[in-house]
């Protein structure tokens, strides 16, 4: 078990903060990539009641900002939220692909296991929509294996089009069962996604208006309303093209920082890696380095699958919500689509699933969905959820498993109260 807490976090408001004129072309920023980090760091460092002098060292984690707001060497730029009392200090950037938030909060952490660092602010931030769809798909399709991807025309809704059509062989799921299964999923997550107030679909966005809270009334939208991506993906199964950033405080456990009741320990960590080029694989239809990265993390924290409370998975794609239950133990292999169609991982259950919305719902800025993942844990385990909290229990153990690429990079997080 590591001797590493988390003692603030913070989230920012998910969504797409530019204003396009389609007639003129005209693209004003109602906030920047520079104004979404600012916010996060400052906001972590409020809720953890510390100063920016406090801290030691800064990680960030940003997937392609090269390539989404044409900044590279982004590690400096942290600075900016205090730019006095941070000079001078340490700051890096981690990445891999969507789980660069996660990797971020590991290199956190193994600088404070190191003796390096007692207190670390770890940052998440991707801004996402100055580029049009066909400059995100191609921005994402560089976290591909590019030669046989992405330069082939490999987008990541086909990639994960290829995990849908290999689990459902697997199985031997028909695929009208396998897409009631995914749209269970995706109206989960509009309802549990509306009901959190920095969800990209909060109260009043396109799910809330269209009602999209039933398998039928996903299902029942005209094609173009519900169009076939990357078959058998349909828009309702992808995840959002969203802006945003997340913000943690981490610290020693010998640090007197921060407030007693709100120290969160990070209990066990599995980092595990996955070939890239999916046709190097024999197993697009499971995340094998997943339930080893799983496993380690459980092994460490001292628990099983059926100690978790809660549990932040990677929806990315419908697809890989049903996946990811079955990587983490919470139901047998094959059986996860079978779970959701009865109704679980809901507020009621004994394991609630992505009470925040998850990419589907919440967004997915991919650089800060890892730092998100872990802040709304956090925050749940602190007894201040965001939007939905699990019915008639105080949350005590929380899973966080974030992806990279086509779950290439896999990272699971146990934390503890």
């Known amino acids: 078990m590591s001797k590493v807490s988390i003692i603030g976090a913070y989230n920012t408001k998910f ?220 828009l309702h199964d992808c995840s959002l093209i969203s802006d945003g950033a997340a913000g943690l405080v981490l610290a020693a456990e010998d640090c007197k920082l921060g407030r007693p009741e709100k120290r969160v320990r990070i209990a066990g960590i599995g980092h595990t890696t996955e070939r890239m080029s999916i046709t190097a694989r024999d197993n697009m239809y499971e995340h094998s380095a997943g339930k080893v990265a799983a496993a380690k993390a459980f092994d460490e924290a001292g628990i099983s699958s059926a100690d978790i409370d809660i549990a932040e998975v990677h929806d990315c794609f419908t697809i890989n919500q049903l996946i990811s239950v079955e990587t983490l133990g919470l139901v047998a292999d094959g059986k996860g689509g079978d779970a959701y169609l009865d109704g679980r991982f809901g507020q009621d259950d004994t394991v609630c699933v992505n009470l925040s919305g998850g990419l589907k719902a919440k967004g997915h800025p991919v650089g800060a969905t890892g730092v998100s993942m872990h802040a709304l844990s956090y925050l749940q385990l602190c007894d201040q959820p965001v939007g939905l909290a699990p019915a008639g229990k105080k949350p005590e153990t929380a899973v966080v498993f974030n992806v990279g690429g086509s779950a290439a990079t896999n990272v699971v997080t146990v934390l503890q109260r």
């Not at 066909?134 to 990541?156: D, I």
């Not at 199985?171 to 269970?184: E, F, K, P, V």
Request: charged share 20%.
């Open 15 to 234: 969504g797409v903060h530019t204003k396009k004129n389609r007639e003129t072309g005209e693209i004003t920023e109602l906030k920047t990539w520079y104004e979404l980090l600012v916010e996060a760091a400052n906001g972590a460092l409020t809720d953890a009641g510390i100063s920016a002098e406090q801290v030691d060292a800064v990680w960030t984690g940003a997937c392609s900002p090269s390539l989404f707001v044409n900044q590279e060497h982004v590690g400096p730029l942290a600075m900016e939220a205090a730019p006095e009392a941070l000079r001078f200090k340490p700051m890096t950037r981690s990445e891999g692909a969507c789980a660069s938030g996660s990797l971020a909060v590991l290199d956190a952490l193994y600088s404070i296991e190191a003796g390096r660092n007692k207190v670390v602010l770890v940052l998440g931030v991707e801004k996402m929509s100055l580029l049009d769809t066909a400059g995100v798909t191609h921005t994402l399709a560089c976290s591909s294996y590019w030669p046989e991807e992405g330069a082939k025309g490999m987008t990541f809704p086909g990639l994960f089009a290829e995990y849908a059509k290999g689990y459902s062989a697997r199985h031997g799921i028909a695929s009208d069962r396998l897409s009631r299964m995914l749209a269970t999923i995706a109206a989960q997550m509009y309802r549990n996604g509306v009901e959190n107030p920095l969800a990209h679909f909060s109260k009043g966005g396109p799910s809330d208006k269209l009602q999209l809270f039933s398998a039928d009334a996903i299902l029942n939208l005209p094609d173009e309303k519900n169009p076939l991506i990357a078959a058998p993906l349909r």
